[in-house]
């Protein structure tokens, strides 16, 4: 409970009692006041009386000294009658005031006073008569009506003043009756209500006490709480220095228990030195109590543990003061920085890294570029001047399509459609444009550029020129066409050479032969068919290199029985047997050139692997692979095998294993020819005995490959 709210308690105490005080000193003013106005009414009925008493006196003493005068003729009894007369007339006008405030009252007064006009009129005419001789007994007779008047009016008068007094005395009776009873039934009340009142607001205070001890045990038990698991060391000092209090992490931090510490000068539990001088370091404590304010330690402070090991601290002091502000102890606060100095050293090393880095970067031949999500270019290095022509001046913040041919810029949408779907690109050959305006083919790798969540936030790109490579890489593959078109000629040759002698002979059979019903009929529909052998070889071979250079939908099955045809004679004369398995599929858009290219040198492979005979196996199928939905053919031969060493270098240029019989290039083309549809080429072979032979598989997807 704070001392507002108990104030507030003690203020809502006293308030009852003040007020019902102050309700029963009003209820006791009101008593009062009525007794007042009550005693006041009593005081002016008995005025009035006494008042009305004075002037019936008086008026008695006119008559009787008027009678007396009248009687004994003698002055000397006019001088009551004189002294009464002017005492009546302040009388009246006494009486005339006390009159004021009850116009009842008030008009009996007034008839009074004319009554007693008449009754001194009376007097007067008695007066006179009595000086002239004259009769005066109607005059007496005048006198006493009037006298009678006054007297009945002075009567009337006393007795409602009579009454009135009756009834105060009577209401006083009841006022005096009831103060008892107000006091006591009052004071009870008040002692009720004010034990009601204060027992309840007794509970409720020993409920704030309670809830106030309970939440400061909570507080406490929550402190404690907070410093045991607080990942910062503490340890609390008293007044002299030595330690009170530490938790878990400072115990685990220096090496020493509580039971052990406690009571320690803080100095043998908390030993800091230098890291570089090794010297001792005044303790925060010892410069709290000299500077009473926050204190921290220096830089490269080491605290030595109990053990003897060393760990680097960052610490602060701060006072406790009690309340009356005075320093009643320190709590030193500190905390390992092993990692973070780590971290620091870490950091370091990676800002070196990546000023080297950055230094490798900007001397690469390789032009190195940056790239944010909308293709603004963000870094430009060396080497990128140098391939591209630009400075990077002239590049940061520009768009990358200041680089690309117009009619390839719809690349740099796929491009970073791909990136921010955080894929890489691979080795994706292009044609770009330098700032001369001329065009060259370049290679580049893009990768995603993450921040710290891991969300894209731009790319990286390496470029590099290939113009030569792709001149060399073209003679090549025109090489291995000119060789492709050899072996198909010397095939062709072989194939149209025995036609043609069969002809030969036929024709020269038919001309020597004229006797009659000879078999020159028979020598004709035999030439006939040797003919049609031989249109049909020129029909397969000009299919066979009818290539419009534009993708077309073609089948697979199709396009391998066009070359099995042609290859079929020569590798049934070597004893080798075919094996097809063709699966109903679709239509893939390829070129269809490139493909007969690659599958006529599958099969030529085959055949020479096999010269003494065998068994060639080719089947498609459609298939589910990471590239997507589409057609695999595998194309499996008995040969002799590849030596397992020579695998890993069978797709390299001019690398052969027929020595003089292989230019080495033509699997070499048609890995880049299949790569370039997006589609895949892989071989497996074996040497050993019961399961040699050689397998290609050659995967090429439904969906052609889009610009990445």
């Not at 009593?42 to 005068?69: C, F, N, P």
């Not at 000023?355 to 990128?384: C, H, Y």
């Not at 291995?480 to 036609?499: C, D, F, Q, S, V």
């Not at 057609?631 to 270098?649: R, V």
């Amino acid at each position: 409970m704070t001392e507002s709210a108990f104030r507030r308690y003690l203020l809502r105490l006293a308030l009852v009692p003040i007020v019902s005080l102050l309700v029963f000193v009003a209820i006791l003013g009101v008593q009062l006041r009525e007794i007042s106005r009550v005693r006041t009414a009593l005081t002016e009925a008995t005025t009035i009386l006494l008042q009305s008493d004075d002037v019936e006196k008086s008026m008695i003493d006119e008559e009787t000294g008027i009678r007396g005068y009248l009687a004994a003729n003698n002055s000397l009894f006019l001088q009551p009658y004189n002294q009464a007369a002017a005492r009546l007339q302040s009388e009246f006008s006494t009486l005339q005031g006390l009159a004021s405030s009850d116009s009842t009252f008030g008009a009996k007064v007034t008839r009074l006073a004319a009554g007693y006009k008449q009754f001194q009129d009376a007097n007067q005419l008695l007066l006179k008569a009595s000086i002239s001789n004259g009769s005066n007994i109607d005059l007496m007779t005048q006198q006493k009506q009037a006298m009678d008047v006054l007297r009945a009016g002075l009567a009337s008068i006393a007795d409602d003043q009579t009454h009135i007094r009756q009834a105060n005395r009577e209401r006083l009776a009841r006022i005096f009756g009831r103060l008892p009873v107000i006091v006591i039934g009052f004071g009870s009340l008040i002692g009720v209500l004010l034990l009601w009142y204060g027992n309840a607001l007794y509970r409720q205070i020993s409920s704030a006490f309670r809830r106030q001890l309970q939440e400061t045990a909570l507080q406490r038990d929550s402190l404690e709480t907070t410093l045991q698991s607080i990942g910062d060391a503490v340890i609390v000092c008293d007044s002299a220095g030595k330690v009170t209090l530490m938790n878990p992490t400072a115990v685990k931090a220096t090496g020493w228990l509580l039971g052990q510490a406690k009571g320690e000068p803080l100095d043998r539990i908390f030993r800091i030195i230098n890291e570089h001088t090794r010297e001792a370091v005044e303790s925060p404590v010892a410069k709290v109590f000299r500077e009473g304010k926050v204190v921290g330690l220096a830089n490269h402070t080491l605290l030595v543990r109990r053990d003897g090991t060393e760990i680097p601290i960052d610490d602060s002091g701060a006072p406790i003061r009690d309340g009356s502000g005075e320093i009643a102890g320190v709590v030193l606060v500190f905390r390992d920085i092993t990692e973070r100095k780590q971290a620091e050293e870490e950091l370091r090393q990676s800002n070196e890294s990546r000023l080297r880095l950055a230094a490798i970067i900007d001397s690469a031949d390789d032009a190195i570029i940056s790239k944010d999500l909308n293709g603004m270019v963000t870094s430009w290095n060396e080497g990128a001047s140098k391939l591209f022509g630009y400075s990077a001046d002239e590049m940061i913040g520009q768009p990358i399509l200041r680089v690309i041919p117009e009619e390839l810029q719809y690349e740099e949408t796929e491009i970073l459609t791909t990136i921010r779907s955080g894929k890489q690109i691979n080795h994706f050959e292009t044609r770009r444009e330098k700032k001369s305006g001329e065009a060259f083919e370049v290679s580049v790798t893009i990768s995603p550029i993450r921040d710290e969540s891991g969300t894209v936030i731009g790319a990286s790109k390496i470029a590099r020129e290939i113009t030569d490579r792709k001149r060399v890489e073209r003679l090549l593959v025109q090489s291995e066409k000119l060789a492709a078109t050899g072996r198909m000629a010397a095939t062709m040759a072989h194939e149209i050479n025995n036609p043609l002698e069969s002809l030969m002979n036929l024709i020269f059979l038919a001309r020597h032969d004229s006797a009659p019903g000879g078999n020159v009929h028979d020598y004709l529909v035999t030439a006939e068919g040797e003919l049609e052998r031989l249109t049909l070889l020129a029909r397969q071979t000009l299919g066979f290199y009818r290539d419009t250079g534009l993708p077309t939908e073609v089948s697979l099955n199709q396009l391998l029985e066009s070359v099995i045809s042609v290859y079929s004679p020569k590798l049934l004369a070597a004893g080798v047997t075919i094996e097809k398995h063709f699966d109903d599929q679709r239509k893939v858009l390829i070129r269809r050139g490139e493909f007969l290219q690659v599958f006529s040198n599958r099969i030529t492979n085959a055949a020479d692997a096999m010269r003494q005979g065998g068994a060639l196996s080719i089947s498609t199928h459609e298939t589910v692979g990471p590239l997507g939905d589409g057609i695999e053919t595998i194309i499996q031969d008995s040969g002799a095998g590849i030596q397992p060493e020579h695998l890993t270098q069978i797709f390299e240029p001019f690398f052969t294993t027929k020595g003089e019989l292989g230019t080495g290039i033509g699997l070499w083309v048609a890995k880049q020819l299949v790569e370039s549809r997006g589609g895949t080429i892989s071989i497996a072979s074996s040497t050993e005995h019961g399961n040699r032979g050689t397998t290609v598989t050659v995967a090429i997807p439904f969906a052609p490959p889009t610009r990445e």
